[in-house]
């Protein structure tokens, strides 16, 4: 007959027995590992504002677009305002005209008449 030894309780225990530097190298590393995951989410975050605060190329076509409209609306007013002066400068050349050949009646007038320094005195 043989004879079978017993086990004991403690070898059979999966238990991990961790020496004291191992212990402080694995609370090390993840001391390290949360700083990193830390790190990461800052990145991310910023990563993610950037993209939120620089324009994109779709922004900038847009702009493009806009000043390309206001430039052709600005041509197209500055050639209906000076077709409006153009329009004004005609119209008051009449009447500089006629203003200018009243002026000369006027002075003509003014210069058949006696103006002496007697008649002034007459007449006041």
Do not use: N, Y
Not at 20 to 43: F, K, M, T, Y
Not at 78 to 97: C, P
């Amino acid at each position: 007959m043989r004879w079978r030894k017993r086990r004991t309780a403690a070898s059979t225990s999966t238990e991990v027995v961790l020496a004291p530097r191992v212990e402080r190298a694995l609370v090390a590393i993840a001391s390290h590992a949360e700083q990193l995951d830390g790190r990461i989410l800052r990145l991310e975050r910023r990563l993610d504002d950037a993209t939120l605060e620089f324009p994109t190329q779709e922004d900038l076509l847009e702009v493009r677009m806009h000043s390309a409209k206001v430039a052709a609306e600005l041509a197209r007013v500055t050639v209906e305002l000076r077709a409006e002066i153009e329009d004004r400068v005609a119209a008051s050349a009449v009447k500089e005209s006629r203003l200018r050949t009243l002026a000369e009646s006027i002075a003509d007038l003014s210069d058949a008449l006696d103006t002496t320094s007697q008649d002034w005195a007459a007449s006041a």
